[in-house]
């Protein structure tokens, strides 16, 4: 078995700062996939790659960077942080895109004051 | 754009009860589609998958696919308090990736 690690686990930030995340995966897994959830809420797609150095606007891209650099690894860069932003960023990598299980990491909790 | 809809938004269920799930999907080229659990504080974990028409049982989950309604469901036999979590269908869309409902919150009351 493999494992998606994502770090920090807690990041806060000020309004206007820029954040980034990190996500690592050992599956060798092609693709990789950013998401964001709200207060439980169910999942929205932010960026995804389906190899290293490509990368697909997810349908909430607007505000985010992302980068693959290598095959294990996926950031994500918030541009600008909004006040009073709450959310959960969840990573997930798999074998074959939008046919195959979704592996997810467990969160990087943001919040800004 | 594909959009996904989940009923109901929450559910109690009796211990020992049937708990059923439903998803709508709008692309009708989706050719597959997920059930994922998440428990509080949790990563998601997927549950079951379905490509064809028809039913798929696997323990005490059966997934149901019906392509022509655009619908799924997911149903659980003698739920049980560990299965109370938040359940999200998935269903795939262009370009490789998954579009998710917003989740329906299961609560299992022994």
């Known amino acids: 078995g493999g494992i998606i690690t994502q770090t920090p686990k807690f990041l806060i930030g000020q309004e206007g700062q820029k954040l980034t995340l990190k996500c690592q995966q050992n599956f060798n897994h092609d693709t990789m996939y950013w998401y964001r959830q709200d207060s439980g809420k169910g999942l929205r797609l932010i960026y995804y790659?389906?190899?290293?150095?490509?990368?697909q606007k997810g349908d909430l891209s607007e505000g985010y960077d992302a980068s693959r650099e290598k095959k294990s690894s996926f950031s994500l860069t918030v541009t600008s942080a909004q006040k009073n932003e709450m959310a959960v960023f969840l990573c997930?990598?798999?074998?074959?895109?939008?046919?195959?299980?979704?592996?997810f990491g467990p969160g990087t909790r943001l919040t800004v004051l | 754009q594909q959009k996904v809809q989940q009923s109901p938004e929450s559910l109690i269920v009796p211990e020992g009860a049937m708990t059923s799930l439903n998803c709508t999907f709008s692309?009708?080229?989706?050719?597959?589609f997920a059930w994922y659990r998440q428990h509080s504080g949790k990563a998601p974990k997927a549950l079951m998958s379905i490509f064809s028409n028809g039913e798929k049982e696997e323990g005490r989950f059966t997934i149901h696919l019906n392509k022509a309604s655009l619908h799924f469901s997911l149903h659980i036999r003698d739920s049980q308090p560990s299965d109370s979590a938040l359940y999200l269908c998935?269903?795939?869309?262009?370009?490789?990736?998954?579009?998710f409902g917003i989740g329906t919150r299961v609560l299992v009351r022994p």
């Open positions: 692309d009708s080229a989706s050719q597959y």
């Open positions: 997930a990598s798999s074998m074959a895109g939008g046919y195959a299980e979704q592996f």
């Open positions: 790659s389906i190899t290293e150095n490509d990368l």
């Open positions: 998935a269903a795939n869309s262009a370009g490789n990736k998954l579009t």
